[in-house]
């Protein structure tokens, strides 16, 4: 015959019972891990240090996808290998002692498949922080310094072109593949942008006046061209008019006004070559005249 479990046996044994079940959810819930990566990044999974044990690096994945259910304390680092612009804002002193402000911006990717040597080598998520950054800036004040303020401008592309390719030679044997790097922005200072607009003004006022004299040119040109037609002209009828042609041309007035029935005195002044002169409807006498009866 089993004796019976006393009450203070029986209320242990429920207690026990209780803080295991406690402690196995509490472990399912704390060391079950599940660790993923969004698409166009790589993962890197890692075990965190145990109680016994290390821990440390679990593998790779690339995503979209997750590693899968895991009793172990698996964690994981993603790293976007997408190319990414990275841009910097500078304030450097151009070769002529002006300073200037401008951006630069650099395309960067990070070649697949070595987001391990990343994150074990150059510093994971800041890789760019700690590894490129310092570098790219100095290879752009190097190159910058190298122009007076008023040639960045006109050789923006020059400047970039040599940054791409002192950045690219210092990136060659790292996972990170530069791109390309372009020029932002060039801001020059109050006082340089006020003198560059009053140069600009300055310069159409001139472009103005240098059209008004061509306008006036043209316009001298033209009244010459009328004097001289002026002056062909009157030689052309001073040749033509001949005293006797005037005289012929007096007479035919003189005829037609004789005939016209509004006359009936017709006074005619003789010059040296017998021509009368007219004003008005009827004849002024102004030197010799003669008196015509009609």
Known sequence: MRARNSGTQTLFNNLFKGALVVGVVGFGLTACTNPSTPAGEEGYVFEKPRVFGEGGYQGTMKGPSNYGMSLLRNEVVNIDMRPNTY?????????????IKFDFHAVIAIES????????????????????????????RDTVQKYD??????????????????????LSTTPFKLANVVVGNINYPDIVANAVEKKLAAQQLLSEKETQKEIAKKDAEIRVEEAKGIAQAQKIINATLTANYIQHEAINAQIKMAESPNHTTVYIPVGNNGVPLVKGRAFRILCQPKLLNI
Do not use: C, H, M
């Open 87 to 99: 841009t910097e804002t500078f304030r450097i002193l151009a070769n002529d002692d002006l300073n």
């Open 113 to 140: 498949g070595s987001v391990k040597t990343v994150v074990e080598q150059y510093g994971a998520e800041n890789w760019y922080k700690r590894f490129v950054r310092e570098t790219f800036r100095t290879y752009v």
């Open 149 to 170: 303020s008023g040639e960045l401008k006109t050789n923006r592309e020059k400047i970039a072109k040599e940054v791409t390719l002192r950045l690219q030679s210092y």
